[in-house]
């Protein structure tokens, strides 16, 4: 006979492991854990050796860093990898003996047997409940600017049907990863000393620049980025809409993603019109007259940031300027993936 335990509203009795809480993602989710329907779980945090012992936060509280063991698996519910795609790689055997169900940020997982690529806001947006893929294999939270466009463009298809649609991207060196963010950084301060460029990350000067591919020595490249977030796109719009013309660029910021995306409707349609369609769950409307969003505005905020204006040019041309915080719809889209999994996980053991 099976015994099956339900869960308490909050996450009381579910057990989370994050492994790799010490990157800018296992950051990010330990910072929004508290803040959500699983703010009461049992959070372990685990790391390699180096960081045995050291205190990592988990919103307001502090918890140490434990080996990444097998001991340290048994009981999980849910493992977060958070960790560099190679660490992930290495011990996912560890979460899988251990029965955890797996949702993975470290982009390591996708090609792995029964792997989803997962984006709850647009489950909801679809209002499509969970697809029975979502076991047994891991789950991949979606690219936050495959999630972005994702959502912008299933509202507009609500209001109208474009006839085409053309994004360009500019990503932030946080999608790198803490590595990223110190080679920007570093060539920033080397620029204007006027020192040579540390170029291990992006193989290119990416400080007071904007790239369209990378050096050759990059890995992955920008051309290898911009596939995945078409290739995310499609999988988690399940056949909705058509993958839009895509871009993807490389500014020199450190942190949010940006986005120019151009819209030719099949009839006019006014900005005020569009900009009310697009708004709602997760999406802000920022009003002519206000601060334009920006990465630095979308910082830390939960919602993306949009502005819509007319084509000057072609009068069913519409224009859309986004900023989102990718780290956190990273996040928060992870969460929401675990939700999917305690839901949906059969409970307690058969005796």
Same mark, same amino acid.
């Given at each position: 006979m099976s015994t099956h335990i339900?869960?308490?509203?909050?996450?009381? !009795?579910v057990r989370l492991a994050v492994v790799g809480p010490g990157t800018l993602k296992g950051k990010e989710l330990t910072?929004?854990?508290?803040e959500s329907s699983l703010a009461a779980a049992e959070v372990r945090l685990l790391d390699d050796e180096d960081t045995l012992g050291q205190l990592e936060a988990v919103g307001e509280e502090m918890t140490f860093v434990q080996a990444v063991a097998a001991d340290n698996f048994e009981g999980a519910d849910i493992v977060f990898f958070t960790s560099d795609p190679k660490f992930t790689k290495q011990n996912l055997a560890l979460a899988v003996r251990a029965g955890s169900g797996v949702v993975d940020l470290?982009?390591?997982?996708?090609?792995?047997?029964?792997?989803s690529v997962r984006a709850p806001w647009i489950d909801r947006e679809l209002s499509e409940g969970v697809p029975m893929d979502l076991?047994? !294999?891991?789950?991949?939270?979606?690219n936050p600017a495959a999630i972005t466009l994702a959502l912008l463009l299933l509202r507009v298809q609500k209001l109208t049907t474009p006839r085409a649609v053309i994004a360009t991207v500019f990503e932030p060196a946080s999608e790198r990863g803490k590595k990223g963010l110190d080679e920007l950084h570093q060539q920033t301060v080397n620029l204007l000393s006027f020192q040579s460029l540390p170029k291990d990350v992006f193989d290119a000067q990416v400080a007071f620049n904007l790239l369209s591919n990378f050096g050759p020595g990059?890995?992955?490249?920008?051309?290898?980025?911009?596939?995945?977030?078409?290739?995310?796109?499609?999988?988690?719009?399940? !056949?909705n809409l058509p993958v839009p013309s895509l871009m993807l660029l490389q500014a020199s910021i450190f942190h949010g993603h940006a986005f120019s995306i151009y819209l030719d409707l099949d009839q006019p349609i006014s900005s005020s019109d569009l900009g009310q369609a697009l708004a709602g769950e997760h999406v802000e409307l920022v009003e002519p007259g206000q601060e334009s969003p920006s990465n630095v505005s979308a910082a830390g905020q939960d919602n993306i940031?949009?502005?819509?204006?007319?084509?000057? /040019?072609r009068k069913n041309g519409?224009?859309?300027?986004?900023?989102?915080?990718n780290l956190r719809v990273t996040a928060l889209n992870a969460i !929401?993936?675990?939700? /999917?999994l305690v839901a949906s996980r059969p409970r307690g053991k058969v005796q």
């Open positions: 339900t869960h308490a509203p909050g996450g009381v !009795g910072d929004v854990l508290p470290s982009d390591a997982l996708e090609a792995e047997p029964g792997a076991e047994p !294999g891991p789950v991949v939270v979606a990059a890995n992955p490249s920008l051309e290898t980025n911009e596939k995945k977030v078409a290739e995310h796109f499609r999988r988690i719009v399940r !056949g940031l949009i502005s819509v204006r007319a084509d000057a /040019q519409m224009w859309i300027w986004a900023a989102v915080d !929401g993936s675990a939700e /999917q």
